[in-house]
Structure formats: structure tokens, C-alpha cells
């Protein structure tokens, strides 16, 4: 199977190297505009730096979710199909459960719930709401996230910069939250959509963020996550046969420009890559200097998501996949962190277009059983995809059972409580780090488990 993983974010980009994806009266943002929305912390709440991937569980976090009402103008980006979000126009398979969020993170949309309320959704870029989601990888014992930055953004010539302003208050908020409740945090570059073209503006827009933001050496981020005494920054979408627009050689001059340069670099690298990148078929390229490239690497992140459908049947074969990753890994003094999901769906997204596809969840089973599986090959650490992916089904924060109602169909977690994955992948971090048995499943953990 060969899911993409950005998808659902082209019919976005269209909007956004048009100008289209702005809403009213709002005025076109030049890009050093776009800019100003990143300064440093304001203030610490700990002494010293978040240390290593050992033992942690992280998760992707895309931030991407905007609504009419939230101040970008973008209307609802991320939710909205060909420009409608309405019954029978959407991109999201789980509906987010608002039930804690305060009237001021809500925004009315024109869905229905069975008994007639309003059904509401929330915005990435509301403070308040994503201070809780950071608050619930607190609660529920998850290390912290990768917060998802598309090069793109500021990367493609584009009329109107509006998308890289909020995509600069989202990387501040995320920051800003990941210190006030002590989680660690990294930079992820995502390069999907760019071209061989693009990345002098890509560097231009790291210069940014190590200028403007302090990102990696700012003396009050006490959330930036280090990795071998460097701040660790990932970079995705490296190697992939998808007919992507750059090439290796451009991969390997932004490695060396955030690792190597006096002024620029000082980074330790994770790299995502195809989930078949060791042997080179498949979803990877053939390229004979792929591993060139990834031998700059300091961690090794394959992308999983898709590439099975039954990870208790295939578990065997999931732990042999690691094993001998993981052995080419420690050839070459390179660390690695498997990835981890939930299950999968994109029918409002792709229904119209194509067969769609869903992946089920089997009551957390599935996302057990590979937890269980990293845990058996010698993992003792987890990316989780992700934290809140709503519109391609693989979210693990709290979503509602009781979703809409009308032409669009939503998925749910059926039996199980809203909180059930946020719980879940906090059992499986107590896994990883040998805190508690390997039980064979999580349908093992009865409600009285629950803490």
C-alpha cells in the first residue's frame, strides 16, 4: 500500500500559492510580514534541557486545523472540501471531542448532532485550546511532539504569506505550551510539495526561526528536546518514490546547513523515511546514494503508516522489519525510532474521488500490537502519527461518539471512552520502558486498569 501521508494537504496548497485561502476583507501578508510572529520565551519554568529519545514517546503534532471565526481569515483549512465544509463536504473522518473546551475555543459550523445541537470544531491557533492539548500529553504521560512545520510555507513563492503567519504563531503556541507543562519538543520539517527550486527560501526560513525564535539555543526553552548534546530537528520526506520535486543532493545540502554550518547549524538530524528505505523497494527510491544521505543522520524514523493492515498477524514480520533496521542503525552509530498508529481512514476525504480506505483500529488492538512488536525488537522509544490527524483517521486525542449526523459519515471509537488512545499510548510508554508486563493486547486492560 502506498498512503501518502501529506495527501489531503495538496487541494490546501493550491489555495495557498493562489492567495485563495483567504477569507473577506483580510489584507495579502508579505512573507518578512509573516515573520513577525516569532520571537523567543518569555520565561522558563525548569533548569536544563529535555535529554535523549530513550524511553520517551512522542507524537506527530500538524497544527494545521483553522476556522471561520479564529482570526487567520483561512476559513476552516483542513476541514473544508473543495472549499465547503458542510454535510457531504469535509476532509475529516473522527469529529473532535469539545466537551472540556470553553465557549471561546468553539467555532459554529454548520453540522448537526443526532438531538439537533450545533456541532462545533476548534482552531490550532486559539492559545487556549492548544495549551490543552499539550496539558493532555501531560496528563496522560506522553513525552511531547513533533510539531509539523511544511517547508513549503515559506519555501514556494506565493502571493499572500498568510499561511506561514499562523504556521509561526503555531510553532510560538506550541513552544510556549510544551514549557508552561514540561513537555520536551522538536522541530519537524516536513519537505513535501517543494522543489529542487525552493530551498534557498528554505534556508532563508530557517535563518528565521534560528534568528528570530532562538529555535535550539534560546536560554528560556527549557522544553527543546536534545539528542547527543545538540538540539534534535527532524527532516520528512526523504527518499520516497513519489515523484517528488527535489532531489537527494538538495536533501543533503539542507542536512549539512543545519548540522555543519558555524553560524546555521548545530543540529542533531532525524530523518523520515520510506518504510522500506533499507532495502530500496517499494515506497523508496533506488538511488544508490539514498544511504549516502541517510548515514548523515543522527535518528532514523521509517514511515509506517499504511504499510500493514494486521499488525497482530504480521507482528512477527514488524519485529524481523525492526530488527534488521535497527542492526543497519547500529553499523553506522545511527539511532532509531519506529512509528506507531492508531489505524486509518480518509473516506470523506478521498470517498468522491477514488476507492477510500480505512484501516480499522480494532479497539486499539492494532496500535497495541505494534507498540508491543518496537517493544520485542529492543525499542525503548516511539513517534506516534498522530496526535491530532483527524482528517486522515490516525489521531489519537480525544474524539467524540457522538458525531454528526447528515451526508457525511463519522467514524468513532465505539465502545471505548473519548480518551481512550491518549490513555493507551501512555500504557505503552510504561511498555517501552519496561515499567509493566508485555501484555498481549490491550484488551487486556479492563476498565479497572485505567488510572
Known amino acids: 500500500m502506498t498512503i501518502k501521508r501529506q495527501y489531503g494537504w495538496v487541494a490546501c496548497l493550491l489555495l495557498v500559492l493562489t492567495g485563495r485561502g483567504a477569507r473577506g476583507d483580510f489584507a495579502v501578508i508579505p512573507r518578512e510580514e509573516a515573520y513577525e510572529e516569532l520571537h523567543p520565551a518569555k520565561s522558563s519554568q525548569v533548569q536544563g534541557r529535555p535529554s535523549e529519545l530513550t524511553g520517551r514517546v512522542m507524537v506527530g503534532y500538524q497544527g494545521w486545523f483553522r476556522a471561520e471565526g479564529d482570526g487567520s481569515g483561512m476559513g476552516f483549512e483542513h476541514y473544508s472540501q473543495q ?7 469535509c476532509t475529516i473522518d473522527f469529529w473532535p471531542e469539545l466537551s472540556e473546551f470553553d465557549a471561546d475555543e468553539l467555532y459554529e459550523t454548520p453540522f448537526q448532532h443526532r438531538d439537533g445541537r450545533s456541532a462545533k ?3 490550532s491557533i486559539n492559545p487556549k485550546t492548544v495549551d490543552r492539548h499539550f496539558a493532555w500529553m501531560a496528563d496522560y504521560g506522553i513525552d511531547g511532539p513533533f510539531v509539523q512545520r511544511f517547508g513549503v510555507h515559506g519555501a514556494a513563492e506565493q502571493k499572500d504569506y498568510r499561511s ?19 513537555r520536551c519538543w522538536a522541530l519537524m520539517y516536513d519537505l513535501s510539495e517543494l522543489q529542487d527550486a525552493d530551498f534557498d527560501r528554505l534556508a532563508d526560513d530557517w535563518k528565521h526561526l534560528r534568528r528570530d525564535m532562538r529555535l535550539g539555543d534560546d536560554p528560556n526553552d527549557s522544553a527543546y528536546l536534545q539528542f547527543r548534546g545538540k538540539p534534535l530537528v527532524a527532516i520528512w520526506g526523504v527518499g520516497f518514490a513519489d515523484d517528488r520535486g527535489y532531489g537527494l543532493e538538495k536533501v543533503a545540502w539542507f542536512i549539512r546547513l543545519l548540522r555543519d554550518n558555524p553560524e546555521w547549524g548545530g543540529m542533531s538530524i532525524m530523518l523520515g523515511v520510506p518504510y522500506h528505505w533499507r532495502e530500496q523497494i517499494n ?3 533506488t538511488a544508490a546514494e539514498l544511504h549516502d544521505v541517510l548515514r548523515m543522520a543522527d535518528v532514523m524514523s ?10 497482530k498477524e504480521d507482528m512477527n514480520a514488524l519485529i524481523e522489519h525492526q530488527r534488521a533496521d535497527m542492526a543497519w542503525c547500529q ?9 506507531v498508529w492508531p489505524g486509518f481512514s480518509w473516506q470523506n476525504m478521498m470517498g468522491q474521488h477514488e476507492k477510500s480506505t480505512t484501516i480499522s483500529r480494532d479497539g486499539g488492538a492494532f496500535l497495541w500490537a505494534q507498540f508491543r512488536a518496537a517493544a520485542m525488537a529492543g525499542n525503548t522509544s516511539a513517534y506516534v502519527a ?15 461518539n457522538d458525531p454528526p449526523i447528515g451526508a457525511s459519515k463519522f467514524q468513532t471509537f465505539g465502545a471505548d471512552p473519548p480518551d481512550h488512545y491518549l490513555w493507551l499510548v501512555g500504557e505503552a510508554g510504561q511498555l517501552l520502558r519496561g515499567d509493566m508486563p508485555q501484555r498481549k493486547s490491550c484488551r487486556k ?4 486498569d485505567r488510572r
Open 302 to 311: 521509517p514511515w509506517s503508516v499504511g504499510r500493514f493492515r494486521n499488525a
Open 121 to 123: 470544531v476548534f482552531s
Open 331 to 339: 553499523r553506522w552509530g545511527v539511532d532509531y525510532l519506529p512509528v
Open 386 to 400: 498522530m496526535f491530532d490527524e483527524i482528517d486522515e483517521g490516525t489521531a489519537i486525542f480525544k474524539c467524540t
Open 83 to 89: 472549499g465547503r465544509f458542510e454535510p457531504g463536504f
Open 283 to 285: 515506497d523508496a527510491v
Open 445 to 448: 486492560l479492563g476498565p479497572d
Open 164 to 182: 506561514l503567519k499562523f504556521e509561526n504563531r503555531k510553532l510560538v503556541l506550541c513552544r510556549d505550551a510544551a514549557i508552561r507543562h514540561q
